[in-house]
């Protein structure tokens, strides 16, 4: 994969670490290296427009907020969504299990979590995110 001596890799101030990405890519591009190519063309431009400075940072949250959006499609959470909606278009769920309910209750659950941790505490993510890094290092 890479090389673990590359000169140009700061490795203790990384967002993720190599087990992270391997964990990540491998089922995603182990057959497919054109898309592979693409993603590394992809990170070399948000690269190369981070260090463009303040414009080209804007420009590259803007491009990974986008990326974010066009993802969603392919998560289990959208087929969930999806099937959860069909039911509810169905006329086949109790009012507390339609989507608005739950999603509007998990929301406001969250945002009354948020304000009552400390600023600390904030930003630390989904314990299932945690789950899959704190596998990824193993």
């Given at each position: 994969?890479?090389?673990?001596?590359?000169?140009?890799c700061n490795c203790r101030n990384l967002l993720a670490d190599q087990k992270t990405w391997e964990v990540i890519?491998?089922?995603?591009?182990?057959?497919?290296?054109?898309?592979?190519?693409?993603?590394?063309?992809?990170?070399?431009?948000?690269?190369?427009?981070?260090?463009?400075?303040?414009?080209?940072?804007?420009?590259?949250?803007?491009?990974?907020?986008?990326?974010?959006?066009?993802?969603?499609?392919?998560?289990?959470?959208?087929?969930?969504?999806?099937?959860?909606?069909?039911?509810?278009?169905?006329?086949?769920?109790?009012?507390?299990?339609?989507?608005?309910?739950?999603?509007?209750?998990?929301?406001?659950?969250?945002?009354?979590?948020?304000?009552?941790?400390?600023?600390?505490?904030?930003?630390?993510?989904?314990?299932?995110?945690?789950?899959?890094?704190?596998?990824?290092?193993?």
């Amino acid at each position: 994969m890479s090389e673990a001596n590359d000169q140009n890799c700061n490795c203790r101030n990384l967002l993720a670490d190599q087990k992270t990405w391997e964990v990540i890519l491998d089922p995603a591009f182990c057959n497919d290296p054109g898309a592979a190519d693409c993603l590394a063309h992809l990170l070399f431009i948000l690269r190369k427009a981070i260090a463009s400075g303040p414009e080209g940072c804007i420009r590259v949250m803007n491009t990974l907020q986008d990326g974010i959006r066009m993802v969603w499609p392919y998560t289990e959470e959208h087929k969930l969504a999806r099937e959860l909606y069909e039911i509810y278009l169905s006329g086949d769920l109790k009012p507390w299990d339609e989507p608005r309910e739950l999603l509007e209750g998990a929301l406001e659950s969250f945002k009354t979590k948020r304000k009552a941790k400390s600023p600390k505490d904030a930003g630390h993510g989904s314990k299932r995110r945690k789950a899959g890094a704190t596998r990824a290092r193993r």
